[in-house]
């Protein structure tokens, strides 16, 4: 079955670059997606990357896909302390129906 | 509504009662999902609903859990004979698209079992 690794903690300083990794098992994921949650909240959409593509932009945030290591990285530029939260990684599964999610990264940023 | 909307909030039992869990979809929003939520770990598939037919119900974990969609918009999931290992935030999703589209979660329903 599918299966999705993330590291549990990240901290990095305000201002600083966050990169948060996931790897991913199933090859025929069509999308790959990362959500964010906050404290007490429901899971948000922040981004997702098609699977033909290597990567892509939008705004402080940078993905990058490495199809041949199953490898997906979340880059976010000039971290704010509301970055803080949760980021999950998720693929859907061969019959695109199930989103399978990671364990989830807690990412903190010190003043 | 806006959003999705997940009742209760959070919901507190016994060992061996019933319980159910309402999500009202996003309207229009033809697919549904359930999944569970354990303390520091990611969400766990446990059923997918396309109109009022589950699609995929394989991630429920035994014949104690159940959920329907009537009519193809608000979902209950349903558990009995509650055991303290069903203690978790269950996690309502809908989407417009049944195929990778994205997902739009509500807040949850935090069950805990005694």
């Known amino acids: 079955g599918e299966d999705v690794e993330q590291s549990l903690f990240l901290s990095v300083r305000e201002g600083d670059s966050s990169v948060i990794n996931c790897t991913y098992t199933?090859?025929?994921?069509?999308?790959l997606y990362w959500y964010k949650q906050e404290p007490g909240a429901g899971l948000q959409l922040l981004t997702y990357?098609?699977?033909?593509?290597d990567m892509k932009q939008d705004q402080r945030l940078t993905v990058l896909l490495n199809k041949k290591d199953k490898h997906l990285s979340l880059r976010i530029a000039d971290t704010q302390t509301g970055d803080s939260a949760i980021y999950f990684c998720?693929?859907?599964?061969?019959?695109?129906?199930?989103?399978?999610f990671g364990p989830g990264t807690r990412l903190s940023v010190l003043p | 509504g806006a959003g999705v909307s997940q009742t209760p909030s959070n919901k507190v039992t016994e060992k061996g009662k019933y319980v159910e869990l309402r999500c009202d979809p996003i309207s229009g929003h033809t697919a549904l999902y359930w999944y569970r939520q354990s303390l520091g770990q990611g969400p766990e598939f446990l059923i997918y609903?396309?109109?009022?037919?589950?699609?995929?119900d394989s991630g429920l974990p035994n014949d104690r859990f159940f959920a329907v969609r009537p009519e193809g918009s608000v979902s209950t999931l349903k558990i009995q004979r509650t055991e303290r290992g069903d203690s978790a935030v269950y996690l309502c999703a809908s989407s417009l698209f049944p195929d990778g589209g994205e997902l739009f979660f509500g807040e949850g329903s935090r069950l805990t079992v005694l």
């Open positions: 998720a693929e859907i599964n061969d019959y695109g129906q199930n989103f399978v």
């Open positions: 199933d090859s025929s994921s069509t999308y």
């Open positions: 609903f396309q109109g009022t037919g589950a699609a995929d």
């Open positions: 990357i098609f699977s033909n593509m």
